[in-house]
């Protein structure tokens, strides 16, 4: 087991891991900005080291600094979190040469996951349910428009390094491809470097459903289940639960089963997430994030397995004792993200904490760095924290979150926690009837439209 570990990010999710070492006997060192000298895990941390000036690239992205501060402390680790560096394939050669531990994928993995094709390719040779679209990035305006009346309209352009739902437009016809290529392109090239694009055919009214997954790299790996995150903003996920309100037993067994042996196949070490769009019954992958999402905690409430705990054993050498038997589904669970923005016109709000109160009782969790006073800073983002309940039965765990969204008190910024306690009691919600683009219809045209914020 590693003795002691670099937490290579900040916020809530710094803290989320630091609290995972701590129950397991090892040392922590955070690293930070100067922006963030005062946040929680800093001080919580048995060592901290300043590395850089609050821009990204000077201090949580400048891997010689990150580097360094291995060296000085002695750190065999290092944890990167969601974000930042987590996965990015050099960083974690880099400190393979430096003989630091990376807590992640191998790097080859890394790569091909972060290349939309060759992502699609490789779960396509794995028996992975894929999006009909082309079989690589698009060269030519041409090739784009053989391949959509192929597939047929409407089609999705995406970044072939993108994410974020950057770099993606929709053609809803042959007349609107051309300009759809165009600026995604310019978006794509702006945003990652790379301005290889693909095509997809575009799902009209499809739930995001992901897929987590855990292996040891010896080829024994598991799944733990789906959670739902179709209720979006742009591409962001804003709420996530688990089970999926849609997905029947016979279904989670299925595309568990499917992902959980293509991970086998790959030799995959540590956590991932296989994310798909939903529709009519079938799965179609988008992608695979190869690092710990930001809504973990929702798988962790209904298995009650550590994510991060059996992330840090794999990947100090243990192979996984858990088996598919091990993992059980009990109850539900939703996660709201807690933003420090306006509540309708997700405008961010940066600034002083005047008052914090997180909620409490059973079922309850919130991660999260905030703390009276505490000052969330315009260079990062704007996540305050996550409100993550758990029930019996989706009812109880709705009625529990509509209690605990009342209690939460976060005063001096603006938050998104008024959008919430508006979603917790709109029908369609209760019910489980939404869709990816349902949110945004929602706060632009439907009821919500005026009344959040």
């Known amino acids: 087991m590693f003795k002691k570990i670099l937490i290579a990010n900040r916020g809530e999710i710094a803290l989320r891991i630091l609290r995972a070492c701590?129950?397991?006997?090892?040392?922590?060192?955070?690293?930070?900005?100067?922006?963030?000298?005062?946040?929680?895990?800093?001080?919580?941390?048995?060592?901290?080291?300043?590395?850089?000036?609050?821009?990204?690239?000077?201090?949580?992205?400048?891997?010689?600094?990150?580097?360094?501060?291995?060296?000085?402390?002695?750190?065999?680790?290092?944890h990167p979190g969601y974000g930042f560096l987590a996965e990015n394939a050099r960083f974690a050669e880099i400190l393979a040469d430096h003989n630091i531990h990376f807590i992640g994928p191998k790097a080859e993995h890394i790569r091909i996951m972060g290349d939309k094709i060759?992502?699609?390719?490789?779960?396509?040779?794995?028996?992975?349910?894929?999006?009909?679209?082309?079989d690589g990035g698009i060269t030519s305006d041409d090739e784009a428009h053989r391949v959509a009346e192929e597939i047929g309209f409407p089609v999705l352009v995406k970044a072939?390094?993108?994410?974020?739902?950057?770099?993606?437009?929709?053609?809803?016809?042959?007349?609107?491809?051309?300009?759809?290529?165009?600026?995604?392109?310019?978006?794509?090239?702006?945003?990652?470097?790379?301005?290889?694009?693909?095509?997809?055919?575009?799902?009209s009214t499809p739930r995001h459903i992901e897929?987590?997954?855990?292996?040891?790299?010896?080829?024994?790996?598991?799944?733990?289940?789906?959670?739902?995150?179709?209720?979006?903003?742009?591409?962001?996920?804003?709420?996530e639960e688990a089970p999926s309100p849609v997905i029947t037993p016979e279904q989670r067994t299925q595309i568990g089963e499917t992902c959980a042996k293509a991970m086998q196949d790959l030799q995959y070490l540590g956590v991932g997430?296989?994310?798909?769009?939903?529709?009519?019954?079938?799965?179609?992958f988008i992608e695979m994030n190869t690092r710990i999402q930001v809504e973990h905690p929702v798988t962790e409430m209904v298995t009650g397995i550590d994510l991060i705990n059996e992330q840090i054993r794999v990947a100090a050498g243990e192979a996984l004792t858990l088996q598919?038997?091990?993992?059980?589904?009990?109850?539900?669970?939703?996660?709201?993200?807690?933003?420090?923005?306006?509540?309708?016109?997700?405008?961010?709000?940066?600034?002083?904490?005047?008052?914090?109160?997180?909620?409490?009782?059973?079922?309850?969790?919130?991660?999260?760095n905030a703390y009276q006073g505490y000052v969330i800073p315009p260079t990062y983002d704007s996540l305050v924290g996550k409100l993550i309940v758990h029930g019996k039965t989706r009812d109880e765990c709705l009625r529990r979150l509509r209690r605990a969204l009342d209690e939460f008190v976060v005063d001096g910024i603006d938050t998104t926690l008024p959008l919430f306690r508006t979603l917790v009691r709109t029908r369609d919600i209760a019910e489980?009837?939404?869709?990816?683009?349902?949110?945004?219809?929602?706060?632009?045209e439907g009821e919500g439209k005026g009344k959040v914020g």
């Not at 963030?36 to 941390?45: E, K, N, P, Q």
């Not at 489980?432 to 219809?441: A, K, M, S, T, V």
């Open 22 to 78: 701590k129950e397991l006997g090892i040392a922590t060192v955070a690293v930070h900005s100067t922006a963030d000298a005062d946040a929680m895990h800093v001080r919580l941390a048995d060592e901290s080291v300043c590395i850089g000036p609050p821009p990204a690239r000077e201090s949580y992205l400048n891997i010689p600094s990150l580097l360094a501060a291995c060296e000085i402390t002695g750190a065999d680790a290092v």
């Open 118 to 134: 060759e992502a699609k390719k490789t779960a396509q040779s794995l028996g992975i349910p894929v999006v009909p679209g082309s």
């Open 160 to 203: 072939a390094a993108g994410g974020g739902g950057r770099g993606m437009k929709v053609a809803m016809t042959r007349e609107d491809l051309s300009h759809a290529l165009s600026t995604a392109r310019t978006e794509a090239l702006a945003a990652f470097g790379d301005d290889a694009v693909y095509l997809e055919k575009y799902l």
């Open 211 to 239: 897929v987590q997954v855990l292996g040891d790299g010896r080829g024994h790996a598991i799944h733990l289940g789906e959670r739902d995150c179709s209720l979006q903003r742009r591409h962001q996920k804003v709420w």
């Open 273 to 284: 997430t296989i994310e798909f769009l939903y529709e009519n019954g079938r799965f179609y």
């Open 324 to 368: 598919q038997s091990d993992v059980v589904i009990e109850g539900h669970a939703i996660e709201c993200r807690v933003n420090a923005e306006h509540p309708a016109t997700f405008r961010p709000s940066p600034g002083r904490i005047t008052h914090y109160h997180v909620p409490g009782g059973l079922g309850i969790r919130v991660d999260s």
């Open 432 to 444: 489980g009837r939404y869709d990816i683009h349902w949110l945004e219809h929602f706060l632009n």
